[in-house]
């Protein structure tokens, strides 16, 4: 596999994210998840504009607030929707069927015609959250499920608009994160407002679970994505999300005493072992402009222009 380290650094985001659901339900106040969306996105945006003082220009305005509005204003929500009514192992593994999601984004909006390697690979990728899903039906609560896989297309989506745009000269993806986090945010604040009202009390365990997730789980772990989705190709960032649902299943299992069912397990282990797969297959297949050529040639400057179409 071409740049393991990117890989591998790339793969601590959904690594992280794999945490949220646990830190959600054991920390956060109960049944808030458009202040926690806020309270995850928001104040990490700020910290990294105040890090990077670089403010969008032009078009990019614009770019951000969609950016925004995909990758953190509307995944975010639905996301915490989804951990507050599912078990946690769950919950992420419905994630699996991003893949699928990015090949066909990837498709439409990059030209990219995937290999019929990736497109198997995310059949049975999707045909693994199956089992988990309609196995458990009679368990599972719908609204979850149906907030859980919204949230996966909305990620899907910012994470190809992500590669297409591209970032502008001389701006990092530390810059583009805080962009994007911030925009989310203040989307998010006025639905929080009028939905769920005034903030709730908060005691120092739910103080500390809102600063382990602005900080290590929203603007390290995103600054890497974004880092990685200007390296990787799509497809290849968009196969690492089995990351997620593995180290959910494991939290919820080691910590929080959850069970699957067996069929629900070879589900998930189905899941996971195609996604990697067509991720493999993925990196092997990447092909790079020779804008991106040119990039590579200094691995460690952060502020490659992506490519751009």
Known sequence: MKRPMTVLLTALAPVSWGTTYAVTTEFLPADRPLFTALMRALPAGLVLLALTRALPRGAWWAKAFVLGALNIGAFFPLLFVSAYRLPGGMAAVVGSVGPLFVVGLSALLLGQRPAGRTLVAGVVAAFGVSLVVLKGAGALDVVGVLAAVASTASMAAGT???KRWGRPDGVGPLALTGWQLTAGGLLIAPVAFLAEGAPPALDG??????LYLALANTALAYWLWFRGIGRLSATQVGFLGPLSPL???????AALGQALTPLQVAGMALAFGATVAGQLGAGRRRSFSSAEKTARKDSMDLTVPALRR
């Open 160 to 162: 190809v608009l992500t």
């Open 247 to 253: 180290t959910a299943a494991v939290v919820g299992w």
């Open 205 to 210: 365990r739910a103080a500390g679970g809102y």
